[in-house]
C-alpha cells in the first residue's frame, strides 16, 4: 500500500503562488507510475490538474491550468510538487495528491478511476 501525504494548501489573493507537496510512503513507493493532483470545488465533481510519471518526467495538464501550475518530482524524496501561479478563485479547491499503479500509462490516466492510491487532500482557497 502507498500513503501519500499533501501539504502546502492555504488562502491568498488573486494573482499569488502556492507550493503544494505530496509525500509518499509505504510498500512499493519507489516503484515508477504515474502520480497526478486531482481537485474538487464544492458541489462539482473532482476533477484532473496535472500528472507525471516518475521514470520519463512526462507531464500532462489541464487546460485550465497549463502556463500556471507545474507538476515536478524529486524522486530520491519521494515527493511530487505542483506548483500554483497566478492563482484565480476558479482555482479554490481541494486538491489531492494520487497515484496510479505501475501499469497505468500516464498518458491516457484523466479520469479518477485511474488511480489506487489518494492522499486526504489540501485545501487551496483563491480571493479576489
Known amino acids: 500500500q502507498v500513503q501519500l501525504v499533501e501539504s502546502g494548501g492555504g488562502s491568498v489573493q488573486a494573482g499569488e503562488s502556492l507550493r503544494l507537496t505530496c509525500t509518499a510512503s509505504?510498500?512499493?513507493?519507489?516503484?515508477?507510475?504515474?502520480m497526478g493532483w486531482f481537485r474538487q470545488a464544492p458541489g462539482k465533481e473532482r476533477e484532473g490538474v496535472a500528472r507525471i510519471h516518475t521514470d520519463s518526467g512526462s507531464t500532462y495538464y489541464a487546460d485550465s491550468v497549463k502556463g500556471r501550475f507545474t507538476i515536478s518530482r524529486d524522486d530520491a524524496k519521494n515527493t511530487v510538487y505542483l506548483q500554483l501561479n497566478s492563482l484565480k478563485p476558479v482555482d479554490t479547491a481541494m486538491y489531492y495528491c494520487?497515484?496510479?499503479?505501475?501499469?497505468?500509462?500516464?498518458?491516457?490516466?484523466?479520469?479518477?478511476?485511474?488511480?489506487?492510491?489518494w492522499g486526504q487532500g489540501t485545501q487551496v482557497t483563491v480571493s479576489s
Open positions: 494520487a497515484a496510479a499503479r505501475p501499469d497505468i500509462y500516464c498518458s491516457g490516466a484523466r479520469a479518477v478511476s485511474a488511480f489506487t492510491y
Open positions: 509505504g510498500y512499493g513507493v519507489s516503484r515508477r507510475r504515474c
